[in-house]
């Protein structure tokens, strides 16, 4: 809907990347391992849920000025956004998206909207 140039998913199990295609005809799906040229990258994996996780993917020609996103919002920093970081890039955790999901299920279970004002942003930015 946001008309991105490509998307490009890899999956350390092929097949459910192929399966996406069935619902999303316009992917593109490289094999897990293959670094694309890319401007925002998502890591939406289990790996760095440990604090030793590291995906073993080679980001040192990627370039700077890139994206990293990580699902995870614990440890604040995975291996992967310290990677980016280290290639001066812009990195961000998923922390924001845990809040949000949590503001609209609390939505549906209660029926209104909780309050994210200024004190609960920084309580949440204190990490």
């Not at 845990?98 to 990490?127: E, G, T």
Request: one cysteine or more; proline letters at 2%.
């Amino acid at each position: 809907k946001m008309k991105v140039s490509k998307i490009t998913i890899s999956n350390r199990t092929k097949n459910k990347a192929e399966g996406l295609k069935n619902l999303f005809k316009d992917l593109n799906i490289v094999d897990w391992g293959v670094v694309p040229h890319f401007d925002i990258i998502i890591n939406a994996t289990s790996i760095g849920l440990d604090k030793d996780d590291v995906i073993n993917l080679d980001f040192s020609n990627s370039g700077k000025d890139k994206f990293f996103y990580d699902v995870i919002y614990n440890p604040s920093e995975t291996n992967f956004l310290k990677t980016g970081k280290k290639f001066n890039n812009k990195i961000c955790n998923g922390k924001w998206m845990f809040v949000y999901q949590a503001y609209y299920a609390f939505k549906i279970w209660h029926n209104f909207f909780p309050i994210i004002d200024d004190d609960v942003i920084k309580l949440l930015n204190d990490d």
